[in-house]
């Protein structure tokens, strides 16, 4: 019912996430930083040892969901989102696809180059408040919105 975090990895780098909440029982140590590491390296094992892409990912108090954007225009790119596994798998898919394509046609693929500039993805970040403006609100937020 609620999204936690959304990250979009570029040549295997975080390249913008946003946190909306903080993840309780999570090691304080795990930092954005280290589980960017663990969700790329996530990624990568599930194309080598899976010979495909992982879907999801979840534990008894979150959920990963991985979107890999179709068609694949744009291999180099995916996306993630931690969500409380209380919404629904294709709602949190349907809305990663519409944020990869307001990213496409705001970013186009440009020539690989081995310097990534993360800093210009800044300014999206306000896309992924617009595109994940119902899901990434707690029930007690939404009231909270509803009645004040």
Same mark, same amino acid.
């Given at each position: &019912? ?5 990250? /979009?990895?570029? +040549? ?7 946190? %909306? ?16 590491? /663990?969700? !790329?390296? *996530?990624?990568? &094992? ?9 879907? &999801?990912? #979840? +534990?008894? +108090?979150? =959920? *990963?969901? %991985?979107?890999?954007?179709?068609? @694949?225009? =744009?291999? !180099?790119?995916?996306?993630?989102? /931690?969500?409380? =596994?209380?919404?629904? @798998? ?15 046609? =705001?970013?186009?693929?440009? %020539?690989?180059? +081995? ?25 007690? #937020? ?7």
């Amino acid at each position: &019912m609620t999204v936690l975090e959304v990250g /979009i990895f570029e +040549n295997s780098l975080l390249v913008l996430s946003k946190s %909306f909440y903080p993840l309780k029982k999570a090691q304080k140590t795990l930092n954005i930083q280290k589980r960017s590491h /663990i969700i !790329n390296s *996530i990624q990568k &094992m599930s194309k080598v040892v899976l010979k495909g892409e992982v879907e &999801m990912l #979840d +534990n008894d +108090n979150y =959920r *990963i969901i %991985f979107q890999i954007p179709s068609p @694949k225009s =744009r291999s !180099n790119i995916f996306l993630y989102a /931690i969500d409380d =596994r209380k919404s629904s @798998k294709n709602i949190i898919s349907s809305l990663l696809d519409e944020l990869f394509h307001k990213f496409e046609l =705001r970013y186009p693929a440009s %020539f690989p180059s +081995n310097i990534m500039v993360v800093d210009r993805y800044q300014q999206f970040l306000g896309t992924i408040d617009d595109v994940f403006s119902d899901e990434c609100y707690t029930p007690s #937020d939404r009231v909270r919105n509803y009645l004040f």
